[in-house]
Every structure is written in structure tokens, then in C-alpha cells.
């Protein structure tokens, strides 16, 4: 993702997250790359690719072998929106998922990220286990579906998609662009 607090800054923009069904199937205990990719991609290329573009964004990006499913992290993520604390709590998921290679589908991590950003961690787990916003879900993946979305981050500007990390100048030119 890029930062999106430059990008607001500079071009008066309002965002609104939108999550995608990456590997819904994905097991709760996770998947290694090697099999869930079993040699289709070169994950070491991809993974250098990726920490390549982190870094010209300043996020920073670890060594992770495993992928975890995020359809809990993403139902959280929705009431922590409502919160006011969505984008703080959606960054603390970027960093335990892709620096820390933690487990996003587990509850008590969830719980532990929203109190990180000043969320109650014992209403984080009644969201989980109510799953309270699994709707809001529901929706925006049909919405990422309706809108042909085949990986993340995907980013959409009246119309125009950037997909996968891209630099900051690539975000620039397509609002420039489009503007």
C-alpha cells in the first residue's frame, strides 16, 4: 500500500479501503508460498520485488514464507473503520502480516493489533466471534469482483487501477492523469 497520508496531502483525496478475497481458501493455520505457488512464480523474485517497493515507500516489509487467511482481519477491519481507527488498525495488520509474519487469522493476534491502536481487545473477539461484519465483507468483495480486482493492493482512481506495490510516482501520475 502506499502512504496514503502523502497522497491525501497533496492531492485533497479521500480513501476508502476495500478488501479482496486473496486465497480465501487459505487454511486458518496458513500455507507455505512454495506450495500455495508450487511453480508458478518465482517467489524469491517476488519477494525481493516486493521489499524493493516497500522500501522506496518507507513501509517496511520482512522475510515471511507463509501466507495466512485475512477474511478475520478484514471483518475486524471493517468495525475498526467504524471505530475511527481503520487505517491505523489496517497498517498494524500490514506490519504483523508482512514484517512480523504473523498469523492474521488468529483472534487473540486481531485482538492484541486493535488494542494496539486504542481499541477494546475483549470487543475486537466478540466481532470475530459474532462475526459481525462479515457482510460489509461480502460486499466489497462482490464490489472487487464486480470491478475485475485480481490481486492487492489494487489501487482505483476514477476508474484506473494500479495493481500491486507500485511507487509513489506511479500513484502521482495516475491521479495526474485522471484529474
Sequence with gaps: TVRTDRLREEFDLEFRWSVFPLHPDTPDDGQELTDLFAGRYDIEAMMQRCKQVAGELKLPFGDRTRTYNSRRAQELGKWAEGQGAGENFHMQVYRAYFVDGLNIAKPDILAEIAASVGLDAAKALKVIAKRSYAGDVDDDW?????????????????????????????????????R
Excluded: D, H, N
Design 142 to 178: 462482490q464490489r472487487a469482483s464486480e470491478l475485475g480486482v485480481t490481486a492487492v493492493p489494487t489501487s482505483i482512481y476514477r476508474q484506473q487501477a494500479l495493481v500491486g506495490f507500485q511507487a509513489y510516482a506511479s500513484y502521482r501520475q495516475l491521479i495526474a492523469e485522471t
